[in-house]
C-alpha cells in the first residue's frame, strides 16, 4: 500500500514538471511572438492554454483522490497541498503567457516601437524562477526556494524600467506612440506577475518542507529551522 502511495506521489511530481514546462514554453513563444509582431504565433499560444487548463483539472482530481483514499498525514499532506497550490498558480503563468500573446496582437499591425530589451530579460527572469519554484519543490530545498523569493527585486526592478522607458522617452514625448506603447507596459506587467506567482510557489515550498510562514514575514527566511 505505502509503495503504490509512493508510487502515485512521484507521479503527481512529474504532473508538476509538465505543467511548469507547459508554463514556460508559452512564456517563449509569447514574447517570441510580441518581439517578432507574429499574429499567427500569438493565436496558436492562446489556443494551446487548453493543454494546460486540461492538466490542472486532472492534477488536482490526483490530489484529491490521494487525500480521500490515503488520508495522509504531516509531510504528504503538505506535499500534496502544496501541489494543489503550485498547480493553480503554474495554470495562472499559463494565462499571463496568454496575456502576452494578446499585447502580440495588438501590436501585430503595427511597426515595433523599440528593440525589445528589458522585456525579454523580464521574460528570461521569470521562466528561470519558475523553474527554480519547481526544482524546489521537486527537491524538497528550502535554499533554492528562498532564491526565487530574493530574486523578486530584481524582476520589479525590470518591470519599472520598462515602464520609464516607454512612458518618459515614448508616451510623453509623442503621444501618438501609445497604441504601440501600452501595449508593450502591460507585457512587462504580465511578466513581472508571472514573477510574483513563481514567490509564492516558492513560499508555499518553504512551508511544505520545514512548516514556516513566509508570506507576509520576510524574517522567517533567515530563520533556521528549529529556531
Known amino acids: 500500500m505505502q509503495r503504490h502511495f509512493d508510487e502515485e506521489l512521484g507521479g503527481l511530481k512529474n504532473d508538476i514538471l509538465k505543467m511548469g514546462a507547459l508554463a514556460r514554453e508559452a512564456i517563449t513563444r509569447a514574447v517570441e511572438a510580441l518581439k517578432s509582431r507574429d499574429a499567427a504565433a500569438a493565436k496558436k499560444v492562446i489556443e494551446s492554454d487548453i493543454e494546460m487548463d486540461e492538466l490542472e483539472l486532472a492534477i488536482d482530481d490526483k490530489c484529491l483522490n490521494l487525500i480521500a483514499l490515503h488520508q495522509p498525514m504531516a509531510g504528504d499532506l503538505r506535499f500534496i497541498t502544496t501541489a494543489i497550490k503550485l ?96 501595449p508593450l507596459l502591460l507585457a512587462a506587467r504580465h511578466l513581472e506577475r508571472v514573477c510574483d506567482h513563481a514567490v509564492s510557489m516558492a513560499e508555499d515550498i518553504i512551508y511544505m518542507v520545514s512548516a514556516r510562514v513566509v508570506r507576509h514575514h520576510p524574517e522567517e527566511l533567515d530563520r533556521q529551522p528549529g529556531n
Open 87 to 182: 498547480n493553480a498558480e503554474l495554470e495562472r503563468i499559463g494565462d499571463l503567457a496568454v496575456d502576452v500573446a494578446q499585447r502580440a496582437l495588438d501590436i501585430s499591425d503595427k511597426p515595433l516601437l523599440k528593440p525589445l530589451i528589458d522585456i525579454p530579460r523580464l521574460a528570461e527572469l521569470a521562466k528561470g524562477m519558475t523553474s527554480e519554484a519547481i526544482d524546489a519543490f521537486v527537491k524538497g530545498d528550502t535554499g533554492l526556494a528562498k532564491k526565487v523569493v530574493l530574486s523578486d527585486p530584481e524582476a520589479d526592478d525590470l518591470k519599472r524600467a520598462v515602464e520609464k522607458e516607454l512612458i518618459y522617452d515614448y508616451m510623453m514625448k509623442d503621444g501618438s506612440s501609445s497604441d504601440r506603447a501600452v
